[in-house]
Each structure stands twice: as C-alpha cells, then as structure tokens.
C-alpha cells in the first residue's frame, strides 16, 4: 500500500488530497521535520516522502504529484496527455515549486537569509519574501481569469496541479497582510477546492478538527 509521510500545514497537503482523490487504498505517517521517522526514509528530513509497498521510495513533490497522477490515470488527475498538456503540467508544478514555494521560504525561516542576528534584519529578509509572495500570487491570479482550474482550458476538470497549489494558498491567507484579498481569482480557486469534501476529509485529518 502507498505511504505518505507528511507534517501539517506542509505542501504535503497537496499529496494527501491527491491520494484522497485517487480513492485507492492509502496510507499515512505523520511526522515532524528531520525527525528519526522521518530522516530513515528520507535523508533530507522533508515531506512529502512516498513509500509504495516494495519499500521504492519518492521524494520531492513535484516528483510525487506527476507520479501519483500518472499511476493513477483513472483518477483524471493529469491535467491531459498530449505533448504540450504535459509540459503546462510540468510548467505549473515547477513554478509552484520554484517560485511560489520558495518565495515563502524567507518568511517562515528568515535567518537562513541574512548574517545579521537582529531583528531587524529578519523583519527586512520577512518583508522581501512577502514581496516575492505577492509577485507570485499576481502570476497566479493572472492565469486563473476566466478559468476554474488551472490546466486545460481552465473549465474541464481539477488536476493534481490545483492541489500542489492549496497549501500555498492557504500560507498566503495566513502571512499576507491582506490574505489573498487581492488576488480574487485565486480565492475563487481556494473556495473551490476548500469546498471539496475530500479536501475537507483531509484536513480534518491531519488538523484534528
């Protein structure tokens, strides 16, 4: 049986709702950064880490996100098949990974971003990575107008991409000044899947609420 390990309020969110979605038998371990649990399957100490039941493991979660919408065609996860479907896939898990994730990474552990102790300097490093957020956020709320979901033609159907991008979401509500107000089609987006029953079922489960 697969196995996710993730830690709450991680990207491993994405993959939880993936395999929600897919519907087939899973599992979970809940794990703490760079724990023992953890480091023993994945040495970089990250989530999400996957497992399948021959002990392969995969990380890196755009990795798992192509992977898990590939074994499970059925699931109609993939955002399509053809060459350029494909890399629109590819396209918007990299920017999500690159640009949108990293963007964050100076506001939650700013003094891995400056040799100046002070406060003040890991406010500035905090305030430079909530500008990269918005930047980022402005992407995204450009390419959702008029669309639903955000591969295809944006009225089809939610591909696991849409899940790679609620997590993030959700850090942009919680960190930004003013939450996603200012990217309305990226809140419509957020409604959308926060509506999801299976997205609920998920978060429930990892929060305990």
């Excluded at 996100?65 to 098949?81: F, Q, R, S, W």
């Excluded at 944006?154 to 591909?159: D, F, K, N």
């Amino acid at each position: 049986m697969t196995t996710l390990y993730y830690a709450t309020g991680a990207c491993s969110l994405a993959h939880h709702i993936v395999l929600e979605w897919i519907g087939a038998p899973y599992e979970t371990v809940k794990v703490q950064f760079g724990s023992k649990e953890l480091l023993a399957v994945n040495p970089s100490g990250a989530v999400p880490t996957l497992q399948e039941d021959d002990g392969w493991l995969l990380t890196q979660a755009g990795a798992i996100i192509d992977y898990l919408a590939h074994k499970h065609p059925e699931a109609g996860l993939t955002g399509g098949d053809s060459l350029r479907e494909r890399a629109e896939a590819h396209r918007w898990s990299a920017f999500l990974t690159s640009d949108m994730h990293a963007a964050f990474w100076p506001v939650f552990t700013p003094a891995r971003y400056t040799t100046d102790p002070s406060d003040d300097a890991k406010k500035a490093v905090v305030a430079a990575g909530l500008k990269l957020v918005q930047k980022q956020m402005t992407v995204l709320n450009d390419h959702l107008e008029g669309r639903d979901w955000i591969l295809g033609d944006g009225r089809g159907l939610r591909s696991v991409i849409d899940a790679y991008a609620f997590p993030m979401i959700r850090w942009g509500i919680k960190m930004l000044p003013n939450g996603i107000a200012d990217y309305p089609n990226v809140q419509a987006l957020y409604d959308r899947l926060a509506a999801d029953p299976a997205v609920q079922r998920v978060i429930a489960r990892e929060t305990g609420k």
